[in-house]
């Protein structure tokens, strides 16, 4: 990237976006209209847009827009045209309509998205599914075409649930939310078609074998899809195994209690998803609240303690992760994590640990110097695997290095910048993470302030700046090695993903 390019939207990926969701709901309509499976029928149309995206090599992840399509499409037939017949010209116009509304839709969600992630909640599982259910909502306000239609049935509501239906429930979708959250996991550097693929895959085995449970199949079916939809939240919304557990118990818990509500309207599993990854969520941030001014830790322990040869566990991980962020949250400083082999933890898995060369000469200098939101972010870059970074911080109109990880002396002695340089201004304006890739790293600017080993080095060059009360702060400039490039994307990814909740948080975007 340039820095003189300007931040703008991808009107082609817009474009395709928009067909993919259009694609992906009428081609479920039609499923469901020749009697497939409503579950079924969605996770089929999921895993061929899917391995559609991943054969055209597309980095846009088009098949998010195909998957809440699809979740759309799952409304019930009767509801679309307030008909019984399914093959004429009126119900294939109101079909029409309704994969239009939810492709508008989709399509404004990732342009909203692209300027202001957090709208509509980017990172949260379920959230496809909210998009759908939303574009049918507005589907059925503006075109409902009979007054037979009934969206919420209080006559037949059973006063007291069946205890057994409903620990089956939440047995399906706890289940539906661990399995598809260990199977993307295990896709982990590869980009989000991947994950539709996963939870496609989730959904068959939903819709072809836990649908053949009687008389409970059904319900057991999507009560396994609604969970798996959990899966897909991202690892700063739900943190650790227990958490995407949970959220899977609570889809069960709303599905149960929504049985009745909204009948047949599609997105409705994806939505229930979303609540529930939406109330884990904040739970966590209550409980993080409570650990602020009640929680004790063995300081002296953590600091000091040897557990290179100690059994990484599941059970381990979760212990050491917690007690690490009570212990930051607690006051606590310079907890030498550089020094303790403990692997990378990722929503708590356990990862054998191999010591490289590379990690046994890290050089990491300046931590101190950092405050608290600088730390959390040079945490996060160590512990996902970026080998090299550097912080400057504005002094006197100058950016001086303070911090830094692996960096050449002669990076160290030359790298500053004045305030007034253009990359300033255009920091300034985009406020967010700039690219470049090693065309970009050859402009004159750093080819006069990082050394030729340093630039050699690196294939990626992230940008992360820090901005309050409109100036810049600082700047993280993070350097990625050579990679293959599903693999660099992902962490790309994941590091924009860190910085649009977690380092600009409470900042000005």
């Not at 089956?168 to 693929?197: F, P, W």
């Not at 979760?318 to 009570?326: A, N």
Request: proline fraction near 2%; include cysteine.
């Amino acid at each position: 990237m340039d820095t003189g390019s300007e931040k703008k939207i991808n009107w082609i990926s817009i474009l395709n976006y928009f067909v993919f969701s259009f694609v992906g709901c009428i081609s479920t309509i039609y499923c469901v209209v020749i009697k497939c499976n409503s579950v079924v029928a969605s996770s089929i149309v999921a895993i061929i847009l899917s391995v559609l995206a991943i054969t055209i090599q597309d980095k846009y992840n088009f098949s998010l827009a195909g998957f809440a399509g699809s979740f759309a499409g799952m409304t019930t037939p009767f509801l679309i045209a307030g008909m019984q017949n399914n093959y004429g010209i009126q119900f294939f116009i109101c079909s029409l309509l309704l994969s239009l509304t939810v492709a508008f839709l989709y399509s404004f969600s990732e342009i909203i998205t692209f300027y202001y992630p957090k709208v509509f909640f980017d990172g949260f599982g379920g959230r496809l599914g909210f998009i759908a259910f939303i574009s049918v909502l507005i589907y059925l306000l503006l075109f409902r075409h009979s007054n037979d239609i009934k969206l919420f049935r209080f006559d037949n509501v059973p006063l007291i649930f069946s205890p057994i239906k409903v620990f089956l429930i939440l047995a399906a979708s706890s289940g539906g939310a661990m399995v598809s959250m260990e199977v993307i996991q295990a896709m982990a550097a590869l980009n989000g078609n991947y994950k539709v693929l996963s939870v496609a895959l989730a959904g068959i085995i939903g819709g072809v074998l836990i649908e053949r449970i009687p008389e409970l199949g059904h319900d057991l079916a999507c009560a396994w899809y609604a969970g798996a939809f959990v899966g897909m939240s991202s690892y700063f919304i739900l943190m650790l195994k227990r958490h995407f557990f949970f959220a899977g118990l609570f889809c069960g818990i709303f599905y149960a209690l929504g049985e009745y509500l909204f009948i047949g309207v599609g997105g409705k599993l994806g939505f229930i998803s979303f609540i529930s990854v939406l109330v884990m969520s904040r739970i966590n941030m209550l409980i993080s609240y409570i650990k602020q001014h009640s929680a004790s830790v063995d300081i002296e322990q953590l600091s000091s303690g040897d557990i290179s040869n100690m059994s990484v566990n599941d059970d381990f991980a979760q212990r050491l992760v917690e007690s690490l962020m009570q212990a930051k949250e607690n006051g606590a400083e310079n907890i030498p994590l550089e020094n303790m082999e403990i692997g990378n933890f990722v929503i708590g898995e356990k990862e054998e640990y191999v010591a490289s060369s590379e990690d046994e000469n890290i050089n990491q200098s300046g931590y101190e110097n950092l405050d608290e939101m600088e730390k959390n972010c040079a945490d996060f870059l160590n512990e996902s695997g970026a080998l090299r970074w550097l912080y400057v911080q504005e002094m006197m109109e100058y950016f001086t290095i303070t911090a830094y990880r692996n960096i050449s002396m002669e990076t160290f002695n030359t790298f500053n910048f004045p305030y007034t340089t253009s990359l300033v201004a255009k920091l300034l304006s985009e406020k967010r993470v700039v690219g470049f890739t090693q065309n970009g790293i050859k402009q004159s600017f750093f080819q006069s302030r990082i050394s030729e080993s340093d630039r050699n080095n690196c294939s990626y060059l992230a940008l992360l700046p820090k901005i309050s009360g409109g100036k810049l702060k600082g700047v993280f400039f993070v350097f990625y090695e050579n990679k293959d490039n599903a693999s660099l994307m992902e962490q790309i990814d994941l590091l924009k993903q860190y910085y649009q909740y977690s380092f600009t948080e409470g900042e000005e975007k």
